[in-house]
């Protein structure tokens, strides 16, 4: 299979750079958001602002217009490196810290945007009307994963684990690092999602 990875200059919100790379922390997100959830709660763009974007929005450029125009901190987000169901990978950078984690604990580290990256799998081929449809959908949707999703995640993974000398145990999903032990009930996070083949990825990280 060859692996085909696009570098985006998207402006995402960043914390500074990234002084030591710990871990890597696995994500799943929509791959399109419609442009009219822009318009009211909670990010309340400008109609002439949300007039200007394509109805479908894919994710890394969502994120790029939500820092630039979102008034509240906590609705900001980013990510080092993204990849949709065809396998086709996007990567923004490593070297800056990424939002990405939120709330996060991990061993004897908390707060991981700072030393952990975020990989995005980017799910459905159109908008889900919302986050409850996005989350029944990575707990039972089994065709949401592809193989070449996983081995070009999988190799990217494996990239960035040598590069930074990454224990194959630091290799997480957002679920283990800021799921509801660490969030609160039903407040955690659940993603990449139980139709995730946690098992499987984590063998393709062995082999590569």
């Known amino acids: 299979m060859d692996i085909q990875i696009t570098t985006i200059n998207n402006d995402f919100q960043h914390s500074g750079k990234r002084k030591h790379v710990d871990g890597i922390v696995i994500h799943s997100m929509a791959k399109y958001f419609h442009r009219d959830i822009l318009r009211g709660h909670p990010y309340y763009l400008p109609d002439s602002i949300v007039d200007e974007f394509p109805d479908f929005i894919f994710a890394p450029d969502f994120l790029s217009i939500v820092g630039k125009w979102a008034k509240q901190p906590w609705l900001k ?9 065809h396998g086709i990978g996007y990567e923004w950078g490593y070297d800056k810290i990424t939002w990405h984690a939120g709330q996060s604990e991990w061993g004897e580290w908390n707060s991981l945007n700072k030393n952990f990256l975020g990989f995005e799998c980017l799910v459905g081929e159109k908008p889900f009307k919302d986050y409850g449809e996005f989350l029944h959908s990575i707990n039972t949707n089994k065709k949401l994963f592809t193989e070449e999703m996983y081995k070009t995640l999988a190799f990217k993974t494996i990239e960035q684990m040598v590069q930074h000398q990454i224990h194959i145990d630091n290799v997480i999903t957002h679920k283990m690092c800021a799921g509801d032990h660490v969030r609160g009930k039903d407040a955690g996070k659940q993603d990449p999602g139980d139709v995730f083949d946690w098992p499987y990825f984590k063998r393709l ?3 590569i």
């Open 77 to 85: 987000g980013s990510a080092d490196f993204f990849v949709e169901r």
């Open 205 to 207: 990280l062995i082999k």
